[in-house]
Each structure stands twice: as structure tokens, then as C-alpha cells.
């Protein structure tokens, strides 16, 4: 009586040492047959520069995305400089894009899926969005990031990899690097994929934003004298 108890113990050990944890990683992968997307029509967009950049944004209509040219000091820091192509949107969403290509005007050149407040420069915002390749950046070693200003004119923060050495977790492989930034309440979570079908959880974080945003792709050359192009295409939204 005494052994079973003991094992028992252990066993018990066990599952809390590691059944929350393989739950959670399992979670971050969605099989293809649990999504259904549709596409959504790209003349619904507006476009337009956020916070005056030196160099105006071109946006160009392709059958299924966009190719964006875009100039702007960052988005980063208190107030942000880029090229915005948006919807207004209200209430929950899941959309997905693929990026077929980002020109590096600078190390840090952005582009990829935004929920925004507002259209002033300090808006507070959700930014999942890609880096040109996957070489070192402040403690990241890939091509994924999560940025967010959770207070109005304040300096953003970022979400990283659980790991800087190595191979990259989340990596890009452009023509395949697709993007996806989901919305439940005020839960906002970026998600990884290089076939669109198959998904990776980068990272969940809660922000308390008004129903109705601004809903669209955002790029930044993150660099003022200097151009970046983003290559957006298969710009769908996933049926839940």
C-alpha cells in the first residue's frame, strides 16, 4: 500500500511538472482542416502616411495585395513614421497575409499586420510584423516580432522568441512567409506560418482597445533618406 501510494505521488508529480506545458505547445499548431478562410477585397482599403514621413508612401493595387513602397524614421519609440494601408474593422478578427518580399532600407525595416487606434503618430497599437531576414536584432535571431504601445504617446515594447542563439523559431523565407494577427475581445495574437495552412502562436498579449479600429498592413523603412518595399499578397480572413 505504501509503494502504490508513493507512485501514485509520483505520477502526480509528474503532470504538474508537465502537463500544462506540452498542452500549451501543443496548442500553437492549428491544423489545416480546423481554418476556413475568404478573401477580402483589396479596393476596400484606404491608404495613407502615418506621422508625416519625409518621403511619401506609394501604395499599388495588385489582383490579391499590395506592393508597398514606404519611407518613415520607425515605428517605434513615442510617435511613428509609415505607410498604412486599412480598413476600419469592428469587433473580433483573424486576418492573414503573405509577404513575398521586404527590401531592407535599414536593419530594422518593418512590414506586416497592424491594429491601430487612431491615425495620429502616438495611436496606441498591436504591430505583428516581419524584419527583411533573420539575422541578429536585440534579442532576436529571427524574422518575426511582436511590438505593441499599450499608452498613448509612450514608448512601445516589444515581444521576443524565448531564444536569441540558435536557429530561429520564428523564421522568414520569403517568398513563404505568411503573417496572421487574430483578435478575441481585447486578446491580440500573432501567429508564424511558411505554407498559410499550418500555424505557429508567437505570442498572446492583452490591450484594452476601443471596438472599432484601424485594421490594415503598415511599413517603415526605418530609415528617413531611404525607401523599403513590401510585396503583400493572398490577403484573406479566417471563418470562425
Partial sequence: MIKKNVFHSFLMFLLVLTGPGLIAQTNQISTPNQLKSKPIPVASFKHGDIGNPSINGIVKLSENGFDITAGGVDIW????????????????????????????ANLYTKAGIMARE???????????????????????????????RQ???????????KSS???????????NTWI????????????????GK???AYTTYTLELPSKIYLGLAVT??????TASATFRDIEEFVH
Fill in 77 to 104: 519609440g513615442v510617435k511613428d513614421e509609415f505607410t498604412f494601408v486599412y480598413v476600419e474593422r469592428t469587433g473580433d478578427f483573424d486576418l492573414i497575409s503573405r509577404i513575398a518580399n521586404l527590401t531592407a
Fill in 118 to 148: 487612431n491615425l495620429t503618430p502616438g495611436s496606441r497599437h498591436i504591430y505583428f510584423q516581419v524584419f527583411p531576414d533573420n539575422n541578429p536584432r536585440n534579442n532576436n535571431n529571427g524574422g518575426y516580432e511582436f511590438q505593441y
Fill in 151 to 161: 499608452v498613448k504617446d509612450s514608448l512601445m515594447k516589444a515581444i521576443y522568441p
Fill in 165 to 175: 542563439v540558435g536557429a530561429p523559431e520564428f523564421p522568414i523565407a520569403f517568398p
Fill in 180 to 195: 496572421r494577427l487574430q483578435r478575441i475581445k481585447n486578446e491580440f495574437t500573432g501567429y508564424y506560418s511558411n505554407d
Fill in 198 to 200: 499550418t500555424w505557429k
Fill in 221 to 226: 523603412s526605418h530609415n528617413p533618406g531611404k
